[in-house]
């Protein structure tokens, strides 16, 4: 089992920056993936980003290329999604996944954090 804990949402203003973080603890050593996916109200959850637990590559959606970053502390186990210049759009829970190699879709979540972005 994998436990993930987010942390560092709030409120942030359109422009700004926010950085959230998820601390992995448990059978760490399984993860191949790990990422950060969101969900508005009244809306399907979506994408954001993910990261290769092994290579370090990482991978975007389309609507936050280039504004979010994700990283890793691999002495920390922890992966952090910095979020630059966001925008109302972007409010949202945002929650921090994590599967295995053998596994076909993200089998651990957070609890989520949520994030509201003022214009």
């Known amino acids: 089992q994998v436990q993930l804990v987010e942390s560092g949402g709030g409120l942030v203003q359109a422009g700004g920056s926010l950085r959230l973080s998820c601390a992995a603890s448990g059978r760490t050593s399984s993860i191949s993936h790990m990422g950060w996916f969101r969900q508005a109200p009244g809306k399907e959850r979506e994408y954001v980003s993910s990261?290769?637990?092994?290579?370090?590559?990482?991978y975007y959606g389309t609507s936050v290329k280039g504004r979010f970053t994700i990283s890793k502390d691999f002495a920390k186990n922890t992966v952090d999604l910095q979020m630059n210049i966001p925008k109302p759009e972007d409010t949202a829970v945002y929650y921090c996944?994590?599967?295995?190699?053998?596994?076909?879709?993200?089998?651990?979540w957070g609890q989520g954090t949520q994030v509201t972005v003022s214009s």
């Open positions: 990261m290769n637990w092994s290579t370090g590559i990482t």
């Open positions: 996944a994590a599967r295995g190699a053998a596994d076909g879709t993200y089998t651990y």
